[in-house]
């Protein structure tokens, strides 16, 4: 599967440098840049914001560390757990259409505050592959 257009393009979902330094530290198990990833908020609400349904789409990147699991939305983290952290076990973790991957969480896991489900979704050829790495983790 190729790359987005952003990433071939503009570099979008490409990992920063000083990211990636500490990701090479912690030793990459599996690493994929420049895919094509969505969230979808259901009956999700948070102060300031609240929605039955949405989704938004972006180029992300992916991957699997002897630490943690990680996502990055441009340069922000939008997962970023620790493996030994309990919550990396109750996220659900599917692969759709089998090329991506779907990590789907309670909203109150991370934020006290906010309710409702989230779902990320990432579209890559290594889905399956970083799929039975999670498993092997949280067992």
């Not at 259901?42 to 102060?47: D, E, I």
Request: proline share 4%; glycine share 8%.
């Amino acid at each position: 599967m190729a790359k987005s257009f952003l990433y071939r393009l503009f570099g979008i979902g490409k990992i920063p440098a000083s990211y990636m330094s500490q990701l090479q530290t912690e030793g990459i198990v599996l690493l994929d840049e420049g895919v094509k990833g969505s969230v979808t908020y259901l009956n999700f609400h948070r102060p300031g914001k609240s929605s039955a349904w949405e989704r938004r789409w972006f180029t992300t990147s992916i991957g699997l560390t002897k630490a943690r699991l990680f996502a990055l939305w441009g340069s922000n983290p939008i997962i970023n757990v620790p493996l030994t952290d309990e919550r990396l076990r109750a996220m659900r973790y599917s692969l759709e259409n089998g090329e991506t991957l779907c990590v789907a969480l309670d909203a109150a896991l991370f934020h006290a505050d906010w309710s409702g489900t989230i779902e990320y979704r990432f579209r890559t050829p290594q889905a399956q592959q970083l799929l039975e790495l999670l498993q092997k983790q949280i067992v």
